[in-house]
């Protein structure tokens, strides 16, 4: 069911999604998926949960390829892997990211996983500055949200093809990654930045 809800989505849009329809694609009778999803949102936030899942993983993967003792470049390797996750999978990405498509209060493991981000980017944000590579009186709240709200703008510029009039002369795939690099680069003291960091992967240029 949740396989073919995410191949009409990708044909047709979000909007054309329903259970009976879902039903149909997967070979199932049209009742018995309302045993399981009483509505349309039921159903895509079932896909959701997939993406949600599936982008916890790809976050987990981004963080253990980079230097975990070293707070910032951990903080920052959690929005590369938000980033190549959505721009791989746009059609998860329209749909965890649509609150009006799916009920996200309802679903335990959304929230849980939402939350577990966000703290683990407060807990990154607090061992950076203990270590004097913020300023002291960093607001943490605050400094997360810009952080979402910047990969998530960057995802959703690259998703809906807006690139090639704002940044023609890179692929959004490296496009991103750079700019994500420069916003952190402003968030942290300079002098106390790592000489390790990772370059952008040569197979980006």
Do not use: C
């Amino acid at each position: 069911m949740i396989a073919a809800t995410v191949e009409i989505i990708e044909e047709r849009g979000a909007e054309h999604v329903s259970v009976r329809e879902a039903a149909k694609r997967a070979g199932v009778s049209p009742g018995a998926p309302f045993r399981h999803f009483r509505s349309k949102s039921a159903l895509l936030t079932a896909v959701a949960e997939q993406a949600m899942n599936r982008l916890t993983e790809a976050v987990a993967d981004a963080q253990s390829k980079v230097d975990s003792a070293d707070p910032i470049v951990a903080f920052e390797a959690i929005g590369q892997g938000y980033l190549e996750w959505a721009i791989s999978n746009p059609t998860h990405f329209q749909i965890i990211s649509s609150r009006t498509l799916i009920d996200f209060d309802a679903s335990d493991s959304l929230r849980d996983q939402n939350e577990a981000v966000r703290r683990k980017m407060i807990d990154l944000l607090t061992q950076a500055q203990q270590q004097g590579r913020l300023a002291p009186d960093t607001d943490f709240d605050h400094l997360v949200l810009a952080a979402r709200a910047f990969v998530y703008g960057l995802a959703r510029m690259a998703i809906d093809g807006h690139f090639p009039e704002w940044h023609p002369s890179e692929p959004p795939s490296l496009a991103v990654r750079k700019a994500l690099r420069l916003f952190i680069s402003q968030m942290t003291n300079p002098e106390t930045q790592s000489h390790e960091r990772p370059e952008v992967a040569s197979g980006d240029r």
